[in-house]
């Protein structure tokens, strides 16, 4: 057979048969960089590779981005260029290959180094330059380049070919990873976001129960910082006991949740109570994270701070159960006497004054019912932050001598006004008119008859001082520090009717105005001060 035909049919033969793959190192390629050696590597054993050139094509910008370069077994970096006339770029504009047996016969004096040749450039003789393809587009080129004329051959051509081919799907595999990651790191960018703006606090735990992932809200309750939590590993004794006693407990009351995670089990909603310092209640609820074959992974653990919920949920059962007890007295001695009255008409009694006595009787407990009333919706507004205060320009002195001379009347005591005469203030008088009321008030409920009241008011530079002084029952330490809680009655005070709210709110009313309150004892039956403090100066 004539050496042509024998030619022809070893070309034929390359063109049917499937690329050959290229070497191990293709698809562990984790870049350009890497895939540019072994394509060299590659070309080199099957033909003259003295210079090597990988590039991309951008379509868009129509520019050729050479990747790397190899002359004479010397690696170089790449550039970049704009699509021009010379056999690169021709063949990104065909997307056919070229064969150049003599180079400067055949084609234009192009520099295919750019910049690498330390004097005078010395231009390849022959080369073969094929498209990387996928599909109808073109990614980039392949060109090996020899400094000998007639180098090269139809079967180098075809080869270098088959090598870009299988090169094309390695770029598609390093796009494709390269777009996920991007699109991971979009998501995860997306998740920060979402975590940081959160103010729940969510923990993600791996399969083991490890903690892999935290919000600011979660760090900031476990009182972590950074350094104190190592995401990934194992909430081992030996690590939690270093955290801070809360997050110890966390950690603790967490255990039952993370177990349930890793059996697969979500838990929709329970409550965590911890008690180190104030007590504070937890809502938890958690989420199975499962593999693509169903397998638990871990899960997310949403904790949200619940105690002022709680706090109020049992602020109105208090209030419910406290105006239940308290307005049982009022509400009998007015049906009573409403009673009587209804019967003394009917009977057609005309003793004027016996009429008046049961009607005044009757007023008497509506209004003591009303200010029951009044009082513990202002308890609620409290406790829910809504309790309104108006300042406007008061005289403190006068308004205690007003409502000692309102009360002095019906007292079987003696109360006594001291301190400075005038002391104006920016204050909510009907408020403030409050807060003395019920000091003074409980001042006389709780002394024996006969003694004396004593109410000082003074003032320095920045506050205006009130001080409601008994010859009563008497505190102890104790009951000092529990005196101005919700429904606190001490055991001496329980024999005395009240509700056991007016100090609460007398002292939020004084806190409201950037105030503090608080009261004095030597101890049981020594007498009792009961003080407050008023900024002189509105505080911003």
Known sequence: MPATLIGRDAQFQARLEPPRPLGAHATDAHNLTELFRTLYDETARAMDATVFLFALYDEASETVRVVRQMDRGIEHPGGSFPLGKGFTSEVIRTGTPKLIRRWSTEGPPVRLLYGTEAKELVAPQSGVVVPIMSGDRVLGVL?????????????DLLELAAIAAQGGMAIQRLRAIEQRAQEHERRAFELEAVLATMTDALLIVDARGAIVQLNRAARELLCLESASLVLGQPLEQQRVDQWPETAREIAAALAPTIDALRSGTSIAEAEVELHSGQLRVLSVGASVLRSAGGAPQG??????????????????????????????????VIRGHSELLLRLLSCGESDGKSLQAEAALIVTHADRLADLLTTLFDVSCLEAGLLSISRSPTDLSAMAREVAEGLRTAARHEISIEGDERILGEWDEGRIRQVLMNVLSNALKYSPEGTTVTVSVTADERNATVRVRDQGIGLDRSELARLFRRGYRTESAKKIPGGGLGLYFSKGIVAAHGGRMWAESPGHGQGSAFCFALPLEVRG
């Open 143 to 155: 060109s090996a380049q020899s400094y000998r004329p007639e180098a090269y051959a139809s079967a």
């Open 299 to 332: 899960g997310v653990i949403l904790l949200r701070d619940v105690t002022a919920q709680r706090d109020l949920e049992r602020l109105r059962e208090d209030i419910f159960g406290m105006a239940w007890h308290d307005m049982q007295a009022p509400i009998a």
